[in-house]
């Protein structure tokens, strides 16, 4: 991504509520908008599982109707607080930041039917913060033409800059996505399948537990041949990129027969082998696979993605990247670009008819 033209650095902000309705991410950036400057301090602020609950009630439906305005108050004061914390926690104010990059929390994505929903009240986060917010990244695209995902790739390609290409950058969260980089700077991205989705609902339904930490229900099974070649005949597999899939479309219904550790290890190969049948739509192999997201830290995920890759996979962190704070960071440094009219989104990326900005800039109320 060369840089044309040499902008004012900002320092931004970025704020995001992932597919895993684990909490928010929210990160320090100063950039220009084209290149990655400096990272600044990042941390995670985990949702009370009561709210989880809610969150996830209001997941494909109506945010205007019961729970849902209560839910969009309570999600951005969780925001609110996880800036208050983040800067009080290293020294800084609100005259530290010049924008703060607000995704907000995806309630539905059916961008084939024109349709991607994120919630969150920019207003109210600019006039808690005291800090101008850039939000609502995602419909310009869907308007255009566009599958509104995924918009963390021109970060990555910002942040590999120096590295040895073709590379990929793979982000397991609910969902998982692939950035493809090329040695000329060319980006293709598009969502691969279930990320941590699937395999979090499950451990929930089966075990009780928000998650299979590190694998571990995973590892005392088997994954059942059957089931996996009938979740991967799905058609999404076979259809060409830029595509992109909504959390919820596909479901834990075709484990329901397994035994727990039998259903867990089926779901992490479904993810691994899903990644895997991306690479036909790859113009070259990788040279290697850095892996973001929460499924790094599973460790069982991680040994089924090198198996069915076949190539070098390590978490970013074996680049010097803060794999917490990436998706975070990457709305900050998409903010800025917004700030200055630069695309967020590319007919690699996301199939839009031609590089297209996007965002809405809210300002603090005087």
């Known amino acids: 991504m060369p840089t044309t033209t040499q902008r004012e650095p900002r320092t931004a902000l970025g704020l995001m509520s992932g597919t895993s309705l684990?909490?928010?991410?929210a990160a320090v950036v100063r950039t220009d908008g084209e290149r990655v400057l400096a990272l600044g301090p990042a941390l995670t602020l985990a949702y009370p599982a009561t709210f989880r609950v809610r969150l996830r009630g209001v997941l494909g439906g109506d945010a205007a109707a019961g729970d849902g305005p209560a839910v969009v108050r309570d999600l951005t004061l969780h925001h609110?607080?996880?800036?208050?914390?983040?800067?009080?926690?290293?020294?800084?104010?609100?005259?530290?930041?010049?924008v703060?990059?607000?995704?907000?929390?995806?309630?539905?994505?059916?961008?084939?039917?024109?349709?991607?929903?994120?919630?969150?009240?920019?207003?109210?986060?600019?006039?808690?913060?005291?800090?101008?917010?850039?939000?609502?990244?995602?419909?310009?695209?869907?308007?255009?033409?566009?599958?509104?995902?995924?918009?963390?790739?021109?970060?990555?390609?910002?942040?590999?800059?120096?590295?040895?290409?073709?590379?990929?950058?793979?982000?397991?969260?609910?969902?998982?996505?692939?950035?493809?980089?090329?040695?000329?700077?060319?980006?293709?991205?598009?969502?691969?399948?279930p990320g941590n989705a699937l395999i979090d609902d499950w451990?929930?339904?089966?075990?009780?537990?928000?998650?299979?930490?590190?694998?571990?229900?995973?590892?005392?099974g088997r994954a059942?041949?059957?089931?996996?070649?009938?979740?991967?005949?799905?058609?999404?597999?076979?259809r060409p990129p830029p595509k992109s899939l909504d959390r919820d479309d596909f479901s834990i219904a075709a484990v329901a027969d397994l035994g727990t550790a039998d259903g867990a290890a089926t779901l992490t190969a479904f993810t691994a082998h899903a990644v895997a049948r991306a690479r036909a739509f790859l113009p070259a192999p990788p040279r290697f696979w850095l892996v973001a997201g929460g499924g790094r830290h599973n460790g069982a995920l991680m040994e089924a993605l090198g198996a069915a890759l076949e190539a070098p996979v390590a978490a970013v962190e074996e680049a010097g990247w803060q794999g917490d704070a990436l998706e975070?960071?990457?709305?900050?440094?998409l903010a800025v670009r917004s700030l200055y009219g630069l695309p967020l989104s590319l007919p690699t990326t996301t199939g839009v008819p031609e590089p297209l900005s996007g965002g809405t800039l809210y300002g603090v109320p005087e």
């Open 203 to 220: 451990a929930l339904k089966a075990a009780g537990t928000p998650m299979d930490r590190d694998g571990e229900l995973a590892r005392g």
């Open 22 to 25: 684990d909490g928010v991410d």
């Open 328 to 333: 975070a960071q990457a709305f900050a440094f």
């Open 100 to 193: 703060i990059g607000f995704h907000g929390h995806t309630t539905e994505h059916r961008p084939r039917d024109g349709v991607t929903r994120q919630i969150g009240d920019a207003r109210l986060l600019a006039a808690e913060t005291g800090i101008p917010v850039v939000a609502d990244f995602r419909s310009r695209d869907v308007a255009a033409g566009g599958e509104g995902a995924p918009l963390a790739p021109l970060y990555h390609a910002a942040l590999a800059a120096d590295l040895e290409k073709p590379l990929a950058v793979l982000n397991v969260g609910g969902v998982a996505n692939v950035t493809w980089i090329g040695g000329d700077g060319t980006v293709i991205a598009f969502d691969t399948g």
């Open 80 to 98: 609110v607080r996880a800036v208050h914390d983040l800067l009080a926690g290293h020294g800084l104010g609100a005259a530290d930041i010049d």
């Open 224 to 238: 059942d041949a059957g089931v996996l070649e009938a979740l991967l005949a799905h058609p999404y597999f076979g």
